[in-house]
């Protein structure tokens, strides 16, 4: 039996830093579920589980990037793109 993890993760349809959980649904497949925008996110796939994982900290980063830029968005992307290339290097 799965268990989904207590911590909140990142809405990635709202937005909010932590306002969304896993949860289960009656015919045991797991979504994600925001208190802050009401959205339920169905993740039928192992695809979907390593969508969530790999996005949701890219999003965060983005909006922190875009604040320190002082919400010019094309120096946040320029910001994230050069976080993203170190981190593969
Ligand atoms: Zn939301």
């Known amino acids: 039996m799965f268990d989904p993890p207590p911590n909140a993760a990142p809405c990635l349809c709202c937005l909010h830093p932590n306002a969304s959980r896993m949860k289960i649904s009656k015919l045991n497949r797991p979504y994600m579920a925001c208190g802050q925008c009401g959205s339920k996110t169905f993740l039928n796939s192992r695809e979907a589980l390593a969508g969530q994982a ?6 965060m980063a983005l909006l922190d990037a875009w604040r320190n830029a002082g919400g010019q968005i094309e120096a946040a992307i320029s910001g994230v793109e050069a ?4 981190a593969a290097a």
């Open 83 to 86: 976080r993203i290339k170190v």
């Open 54 to 59: 790999l996005l949701a900290p890219q999003v």
